[in-house]
C-alpha cells in the first residue's frame, strides 16, 4: 500500500509541473489562425490570416530550422478591407523553448523584438501555482533586457496554462513595451494551442512606417 501511494504521488505531482522546451520533429508542420487588432489614437486596424511553420532541420541541442509563411492576409481600416500579398517564406532556427535567432540578419528583415515574446517560455520546468520571475539579457547590439513574471495556473485535460507579464526594454527605446500573454499549450509535446496577448507602451521605433499605437492585440490559434 505505501508503495501504491507513493506511486501516485509522484504522478500527482508529475501532472502539475510543465516543461516548456518543446521536442521539434523533422517535417512537422503546423499551421495557425491569425487575428491582431490595433489600436492608434485616431483609428483602429484588424489583420486576419494564416501562419505556417515546417521543421526542416533538428539540431543536437534541441533547436530547430524551420520555414514560416504568413498568407490570406487581410488588412481592414477605416471599414476598407485589403487584401495583402503572400510573405515569402523564412528559413529561421528557432531554439526549443520557440525564441527565433535573428541576430545574424539584417536588422530590416528582423521583426520586432516584442514579436519574440509573444509566446515567452521560461527555460525551465514549472510548477502549478508558483510564479517564476524573469530577468534576462539577450545577446544582441541593442541590450535588449526582458523582466517580469510567468506563472503556470494549471494543468487540465491535458492542457498548460500559462499567463505571463513582461517588460522589454532595450538602449535604444525610450520606454519598455509591456506584454500581457495567456498562452495554451499542449501539455505533453508543449506545441502551442493558442495565446492571447495584449502588448501596451509600445516604442514608435519598433513600428517603422506605422502612427504610434496605443496597444496591440494578438491571438494564434493552431488549426492543424
Do not use: W
Request: proline residues 4%; hydrophobic residues 35%; neutral net charge.
Amino acid at each position: 500500500m505505501l508503495a501504491t501511494l507513493i506511486a501516485a504521488g509522484a504522478l500527482s505531482l508529475a501532472q502539475d509541473i510543465f516543461n516548456p522546451a518543446r521536442t521539434y520533429t523533422m517535417g512537422e508542420k503546423d499551421v495557425y489562425g491569425l487575428s491582431m487588432r490595433l489600436v492608434a489614437e485616431k483609428y483602429d486596424a484588424t489583420i486576419v490570416g494564416k501562419l505556417s511553420y515546417e521543421v526542416k532541420k533538428v539540431y543536437e541541442n534541441g533547436d530547430a530550422d524551420m520555414e514560416s509563411k504568413s498568407y490570406d492576409l487581410l488588412f481592414t481600416v477605416m471599414g476598407q478591407d485589403y487584401k495583402q500579398p503572400e510573405g515569402a517564406p523564412r528559413l529561421l532556427r528557432y531554439t526549443k523553448f520557440g525564441t527565433a535567432i535573428e541576430k545574424d540578419l539584417p536588422k530590416d528583415q528582423r521583426q520586432p523584438i516584442f514579436m519574440s515574446y509573444l509566446t515567452y517560455r521560461t527555460p525551465a520546468a514549472m510548477k502549478a501555482g508558483e510564479t517564476v520571475k524573469i530577468s534576462e539579457q539577450r545577446d544582441d547590439e541593442d541590450k535588449t533586457q526582458v523582466k517580469g513574471t510567468s506563472k503556470l495556473e494549471s494543468i487540465a485535460d491535458g492542457i498548460a496554462k500559462v499567463a505571463t507579464n513582461l517588460d522589454i526594454s532595450s538602449a535604444k527605446q525610450k520606454k519598455a513595451t509591456h506584454v500581457e500573454s495567456v498562452g495554451y499549450y499542449d501539455a505533453k509535446s508543449s506545441k502551442l494551442n493558442r495565446v492571447e496577448c495584449r502588448l501596451t507602451n509600445l516604442d514608435p521605433g519598433e513600428l517603422q512606417g506605422m502612427p504610434p499605437m496605443q496597444s496591440i492585440t494578438v491571438v494564434i490559434e493552431r488549426e492543424k
